[in-house]
């Protein structure tokens, strides 16, 4: 018999870290971002770094799922309800980052030209698929980050929830420090 796993590892835990920070800073610059003027010396700099962190981001996610599904992971705590409400948000969660990343391209690359990721390499573009693409794909992701951030912000709630009314270990799972 396998012991039971206490900690997320700390491979998961870093993906875990780093992609809610990522998130968090995304949000808050494509927020800031579709404000700037033309004239702004940020109009060109915070799209192309949005593009590349969010790119990088999806790299990293598909790490992450990798990861996850050859790496063994500590139980879900809490009642019945809860454990199925975590394990949906989370897999709802990497549903509209799937979205957000599918939406973001499709914005970046309706006029064909190729995403340069810091000019690291450069992700090909497939031109227009469809009328409108840049402006639906807009609405998609504006309203994906939107649905992403009010889950991220639930997910912590509910970690945070657990911590200190439940005083169980799902919030210490994540920081390496189970009871």
């Given at each position: 018999?396998?012991?039971?796993?206490?900690?997320?590892?700390?491979?998961?835990?870093?993906?875990?870290?780093?992609?809610?920070?990522?998130?968090?800073?995304?949000?808050?610059?494509?927020?800031?971002?579709?404000?700037?003027?033309?004239?702004?010396?940020?109009?060109?700099?915070?799209?192309?770094?949005?593009?590349?962190?969010?790119?990088?981001?999806?790299?990293?996610?598909?790490?992450?799922?990798?990861?996850?599904?050859?790496?063994?992971?500590?139980?879900?705590?809490?009642?019945?309800?809860?454990?199925?409400?975590?394990?949906?948000?989370?897999?709802?969660?990497?549903?509209?980052?799937?979205?957000?990343?599918?939406?973001?391209?499709?914005?970046?690359?309706?006029?064909?030209?190729?995403?340069?990721?810091?000019?690291?390499?450069?992700?090909?573009?497939?031109?227009?698929?469809?009328?409108?693409?840049?402006?639906?794909?807009?609405?998609?992701?504006?309203?994906?980050?939107?649905t992403l951030i009010l889950m991220a912000a639930v997910h912590a709630?509910?970690?945070?929830?657990?911590?200190?009314?439940?005083?169980?270990?799902?919030?210490?799972?994540?920081?390496?420090?189970?009871?």
């Open positions: 018999m396998k012991p039971e796993v206490k900690n997320y590892n700390i491979v998961a835990r870093a993906i875990h870290w780093v992609s809610a920070i990522v998130v968090i800073g995304m949000f808050a610059v494509g927020l800031w971002m579709v404000d700037l003027s033309y004239y702004s010396e940020w109009y060109r700099t915070a799209p192309h770094w949005h593009k590349s962190i969010g790119l990088l981001l999806a790299i990293l996610t598909l790490i992450r799922l990798v990861w996850k599904g050859v790496t063994p992971s500590p139980k879900v705590e809490g009642n019945a309800f809860e454990k199925i409400a975590a394990k949906l948000v989370h897999g709802l969660m990497y549903v509209v980052l799937l979205v957000l990343f599918v939406s973001g391209y499709l914005i970046s690359t309706e006029d064909g030209r190729a995403i340069d990721v810091f000019d690291w390499f450069s992700v090909p573009g497939l031109g227009a698929l469809f009328e409108g693409q840049a402006d639906i794909a807009g609405e998609i992701h504006f309203y994906a980050a939107w709630l509910a970690a945070i929830k657990h911590h200190v009314i439940d005083k169980d270990n799902t919030l210490r799972k994540m920081i390496g420090a189970s009871k």
